[in-house]
DNA sequence: CATGAGCAGGAAATAAAATTGCGCGACACG
DNA sequence: CGTGTCGCGCAATTTTATTTCCTGCTCATG
């Protein structure tokens, strides 16, 4: 006997049963399982899981099946986390430095946050020499800055891509 | 043991040449093509593409091939930047601070950075009433913590995982 | 209660892809 | 010049993805 009570609970958050959660679960941590294998792990044919998974697929839930690499011995193994405070609160302003900010080599996060910044982002690059470049060639030309705070990663604690399922 | 030639076996420079970058790049952007597709992109046969992916991964430059979800549909859409100072400075605070960190769920980001902070993370939730319980619940009691600040995010710019090539 | 549309699943067949084994040629080195 | 190594391509084989078709279940409606 299996529980298929689905109750419709909101109309904009997608449904998942616990065998989508599980499928989910297991392509985030890999995805290079077989879909066969995948579905002996969820208790499904392999024509059924397939079918689930292009579902998540078509649902924008699964928004692409990517290699994740390692920063360090590709020469981006130096995080830097760089606070930002613009010349002035504009629309043109903002939209001018989000359209250069996604340019910067090796930008990996980029918000606009509260408090005493305007942007918050988080940059990875190869050791402080190289930082200093990008810092003199692309940080300092970002239009409209004000101010730049930069905060160098001493050590990666956590870092990860994997949303709590 | 065969050790050929000059190796410089330390983990940080491995000799890429035009088709690995070519194959990483690819992959990066879209993992879920089929090898022979990535072969003829690359102008190889599909065993010889095959054998480079395998030795990408052996060596430790594919970390993983993961499946890239929506934050916002799996109700973390909303991030947190947080800075942390810990009231101590010791090994034994950096460590069972460290250890806590991993747990926060959400936790995104975690690094020990240079300047007014000691840590510095990167936080998923939902939204800011779910934030609220985070704090209340977790982050509060993260060991030794003297001072928490938080920068809500107001609009995601760039977040990706993919590196330079 | 029937009944029939609409899903979601399984089995088998087919198409495609991954994987293996093998021989060839380029290259460096003795 | 041999010789060993490395990386490639071809062809065969195994495994996997994908399609097709059919079944059972749920649910709304006559």
Same mark, same amino acid.
Request: charged share 25%.
């Given at each position: 006997?299996?529980?298929?009570?689905? =109750?419709?609970?909101?109309?904009? &958050?997608?449904?998942? %049963?616990?065998?989508?959660?599980?499928?989910?679960?297991?392509?985030?941590?890999?995805?290079?399982?077989?879909?066969?294998?995948? &579905? $002996?792990?969820?208790?499904?044919?392999?024509?059924? !899981?397939?079918?689930?998974?292009?579902?998540?697929?078509?649902?924008?839930?699964?928004?692409?099946?990517?290699?994740?690499? %390692?920063?360090?011995?590709? /020469?981006?193994?130096?995080?830097?986390?760089?606070?930002?405070?613009?010349?002035?609160?504009?629309?043109?302003? @903002? &939209? $001018?430095?989000?359209?250069?900010?996604?340019?910067?080599?090796? !930008?990996?996060? !980029? =918000?606009?946050?509260?408090?005493?910044? %305007? *942007?918050?982002?988080?940059?990875?690059?190869?050791?402080?020499?190289?930082? /200093?470049?990008?810092?003199?060639?692309?940080?300092? *030309?970002?239009?409209?800055?004000?101010?730049?705070?930069? @905060?160098?990663?001493?050590?990666?604690?956590?870092?990860? =891509?994997?949303?709590?399922?």
């Amino acid at each position: 006997m299996r529980d298929t009570t689905t =109750h419709p609970t909101s109309a904009t &958050a997608v449904e998942l %049963d616990r065998i989508d959660k599980r499928i989910l679960r297991r392509l985030q941590q890999d995805a290079s399982i077989s879909n066969v294998a995948l &579905a $002996a792990e969820v208790n499904l044919s392999p024509p059924a !899981c397939l079918r689930r998974v292009e579902r998540l697929k078509r649902e924008g839930l699964i928004r692409g099946i990517v290699a994740h690499l %390692d920063p360090e011995r590709l /020469n981006a193994g130096m995080v830097v986390l760089i606070g930002v405070v613009l010349d002035r609160s504009t629309p043109a302003s @903002f &939209a $001018a430095f989000e359209e250069a900010a996604q340019r910067v080599t090796g !930008c990996m996060e !980029c =918000h606009v946050v509260t408090g005493e910044f %305007d *942007y918050f982002m988080l940059v990875r690059t190869r050791d402080s020499q190289s930082f /200093n470049k990008l810092h003199a060639e692309q940080l300092l *030309y970002l239009p409209g800055v004000r101010q730049i705070r930069s @905060f160098m990663g001493l050590k990666e604690v956590v870092s990860t =891509h994997r949303v709590p399922l």
